[in-house]
């Protein structure tokens, strides 16, 4: 498993981070894995931004992925549609965690960034939505102009076609966090993979009852690729 810089255990000791384009840290990860294990089947999962990073690393990367297939589950492939969903409804719930989490990594690297970006310790705390801390910190912290230049160069979905090894898309149509923008109304080639679904939310797809639910992506995802390798 990667985390993303700054997600793991350990701090991340430069100002910069992650974001949903940023595939230079997969790269190096999956480098590594290559060379320690050159004749072996190799996929990747990429979940929620992670989808998106991955759909990204795919399509930049074309042939020379170094890997055999993978799966992208509930990723906002639009990334401006996302973050105008993600300020609705019960989705500011959501919102309301990830950005005290956001602000809060940020604070701890507060050193770095007022070095960087100029920024104070009471700028950061006063941010309300997910766009401005993009547009303060994530844009200008990995050279881009601004949250709009972020968001258009780095959402997956015009890049979907550019992907050369098989790929599974999984994406649910209640998915309380994105909108029906991040759906590809395009033809795709035959080597993806798009599954639709009507239900799963975000990252759920349970099944089963409440007293024995089944979570249907971890066994969704071995057997798709135990049949897959064969």
Not at 123 to 135: A, G, N, T, V
Request: aromatic residues 10%; contains cysteine; proline residues 5%.
């Amino acid at each position: 498993m990667m985390h993303f810089r700054g997600c793991g255990p350990n701090p991340n000791r430069l100002a910069r981070a992650y974001h949903s384009g940023e595939i230079g840290d997969a790269r190096q990860f999956i480098e590594l894995l290559d060379h320690r294990y050159p004749n072996s089947k190799k996929v990747a999962v990429g979940i929620s931004l992670g989808g998106n990073m991955l759909t990204n690393y795919l399509a930049h990367y074309g042939d020379d992925t170094k890997l055999d297939g993978a799966t992208v589950i509930s990723a906002p492939l639009d990334l401006a549609a996302c973050a105008r969903r993600i300020e609705q409804g019960f989705s500011k719930v959501y919102r309301s965690y990830l950005l005290s989490s956001m602000k809060k990594n940020a604070l701890n690297k507060l050193h770095l960034l007022s070095e960087v970006l100029g920024l104070t310790e009471e700028r950061i705390k006063s941010m309300k939505k997910l766009y401005e801390f993009d547009d303060l910190i994530t844009a200008p912290l990995h050279g881009f102009k601004d949250a709009d230049d972020y968001y258009q160069r780095c959402s997956g979905l015009p890049r979907l076609r550019e992907i050369t090894v098989p790929t599974r898309f999984i994406h649910a149509k209640d998915d309380p966090f994105m909108t029906h923008e991040v759906i590809p109304t395009f033809s795709l080639p035959s080597h993806i993979n798009y599954q639709l679904l009507d239900r799963g939310g975000h990252v759920g797809f349970m099944t089963g009852s409440l007293r024995r639910p089944r979570f249907w992506l971890e066994e969704s995802l071995p057997s798709y690729y135990r049949h897959f390798i064969d």
